[in-house]
Every structure is written in structure tokens, then in C-alpha cells.
């Protein structure tokens, strides 16, 4: 009976045993292989945005566009395999929390099995030892046996401290694996989105190639045209916006201030302003004589946009299908509790509906150079809600229907007052 009991105090103190240890250590192994070949890529990517962010401020020649298109096809494939790898990461992650909560649940009914049969060892000690060693009169192996049980009692007290802590662990792991299944989600989306993104851009490409036939005089004339058609929507726009004539009432418009609204991009870069910039004034008739409407910030195709406040959808489109090349390409309005409306135009790719709630840095979709661009970027309007409206139009210069925002004049804000 005393070496039993002696087996039972010295088991019942043993930290847990881990079986799955070695399979544990392949895992983690496996998750910094993947972790370091995501540091590899994000270096590679880095250098692509260098290229491409220079690419921005060089002269538009069909050369330079080729290789803005190629440097972007390189990135945006750097970025599939980045996500690849995180994917592949996270379910390397999810299997080795799953064997360490298996590893819990096992030692926690272990160790609840040996205090139980603790419970009944002492049970059977204190109600047979006196007797018992009163008939044999073992006085010795009663006062051994007395220690043991104390010892043993101690022993279970600690088991259950070890129990609880056990518990700890396993709803910490529990709800770390939670986390990471809901990311491999949306990594396994932002795989999808980059594969599209990725035909987005060989379809831009062989769309160039096409039109260019690869001669500098024919990528000059498709800008030239680009331009006369943008002026002219732009004209036809300006005049039915400053015809609109909208009561709106100071009041319902937040106070200026930083924090209003947050930046609709991760990294920020600004390459034109609101109102009577530099460039608006350089270039009259491509705002209408009446300055930028909003802020552009760079973005290399497939960066993602993200609502710079909570709200609702009130509208998405893309003006490319009516009037190629005129005006926002694909574009979404977002309405918000303050006041002010926001869009983001230019998108290669829209992740929301129209009526759709969306909470503030969600993601909205990607940039890209729908529309009239001259290059990738994001284009951001602020608006007082009052004065701005989603509209099906007639366009005589482009010969369609088109669907866009449009707004009275006295309704366009300038953001970095809100930013």
C-alpha cells in the first residue's frame, strides 16, 4: 500500500508530459521556413514599389508604361506568393495548437483519472489503517502511512492547481486557433482577390499593346484622345453640377479637425491636393477650370482601400463601361454618420455592395487606374452628405448612360481637413 501511495504523491508532481513534442518542433520549424520566405518577398516587393514609385514622376513615354505594367506584374505576383505562404503558415499554426489542445485535454484527464484514485486510496486509508494495524499492531507502518496520506492530500492540491492552469492554456489556445482560422480566411479571399488583380493587369497590358501596336506615335495619340475625352465629359459634368443649386446647412457638416476621418490607405503618399493645385492650374481644362475635387494619393495597382469612417455603401460603379477612360473608372460613395460622404475612385477591384454596412478600415477594394489615370493611385473626394447624390445620367459626349456621384459644387470638401 505505502509504495503505491508513494507512486501516486510522486506522479500526481510531475509536470505534464508532452508526447507530440517532436511533431510540434517539425511544425514550428516549418512555420519559420515560411515565415523567413515571407521576409524574403516583402524585401523583393519593396524594390518593385521603389521602381514603381519612380516610375510615377518619369515622362509618359509607351516605354516607360510597359515597364510600370511589368514592374506591377512582378509585385503583384511577389504579393500572390506572400499570401500563398501565409496561408500555408496559418495552417501549420492551426495544426499546432491543435495537437498542444489535444495535449491539454489528454493530461487534464489524466491527471483528473490519478486524483480520483487518489480520492479512493485515501478513502481506504482512513477508514482501515487504525484496525488494521491495531490488530497487527504495526505501529511503525501506521505512523508511515500517515505521512503518506498527508503528502498525498498536499500532492492532490497541487494536481488541481496544475488542472486549472492546464484550463488556462487551453482556452488561450482555443481562441488563438479561432484567431487563426479567421485569418486563413481572409487570406484564402486576398488569394482570389490577387488572382484577379493579376488578370486586371495582363489584360491592361495586352489592352496597350493592342491599341499601341508597340509604336510610341500611336501610345501618344491613344493619350492625346484620352485627354480631349476627359475635358469633355469633365465640361459636361461641371455645367449640370453648377446648375444643381443644393441648400446645404453648415451645421450638419463636422467642424474641421484631424482624426475626423482616417487615411484610406495604410501607407501614405500624397501626389495632388484638393482645389487649385500646381497641376490644376498648369492644366485648366482637365478639371473644368474648377480645381481637383479631391486628393490623390499613390497606390500601386492591388493596394487595398479601406472606408476612412464607418457607414453605409450608398453606391457603387464603374463609369469605364459607358465612357472608357473619361472620368472614376470604378468607384464606391460611402455614406457616413457625420455628415460627410466619402469616395474612392479609380479602383481595379470592388469588395462591397451598395446598401452594404462597412466599419471604419474595412476593406473597400483595391487601387488600381480605372478611368481617367495617368498612372495607378487612389482618388478621394469628401463631401457633405446634403449636397452629393448617386445619378444614372445621359452623356452626350460619350453616347450612354453612365452612374456616378454627382454633386453641387458647394458640397466638395477638401479632406486633408478631415484627414
Known sequence: MKTKIIFLVIFIFVIPSFNNAATIDELRAKISERSNAIADLEKEIATYQEKLSVAGAEKQTLQAKINELENTRKKLAAEL?????????????IEELGLAITQKEDNILTRRGEIAEAIRQINQLESNTF?????????????????ALSQLKSGIGAALTVIKELKVGLETDKRTEEAKKKNLVTFRGNLADQKTIIEYNKKETNTL?????????????????????????EKELGEFESALNIAI????????????????????AITQKFGLTSFSLSNPTVYNGSGHNGVDFRASIGTPVKAALEGKVRGVGDTDQVCPSASYGKWVLIEHNNGLSTLYAHLSLIKVSEGEQVATGAVLGYSGATGYATGPHLHFTVYATQGVQVANRQSKICG?????????????LDPLKYL
Open 131 to 147: 484496525v488494521e494495524t491495531a490488530l497487527n499492531g504495526k505501529f511503525s507502518a501506521l505512523w508511515n502511512d500517515l505521512e
Open 249 to 268: 446647412d453648415p451645421s450638419k457638416i463636422p467642424p474641421a479637425g484631424l482624426g475626423v476621418l482616417h487615411w484610406p490607405l495604410d501607407s501614405v
Open 209 to 233: 499593346l493592342s491599341a499601341t501596336k508597340n509604336k510610341e506615335a500611336n501610345y501618344k495619340k491613344t493619350l492625346a484622345e484620352k485627354l480631349a475625352l476627359k475635358e469633355a465629359f
Open 400 to 412: 450612354g448612360i453612365y452612374r456616378m456621384p454627382i454633386a453641387d459644387p458647394k458640397a466638395y
Open 81 to 93: 506568393k506572400v499570401t500563398e505562404n501565409r496561408i500555408a503558415s496559418a495552417s501549420l499554426s
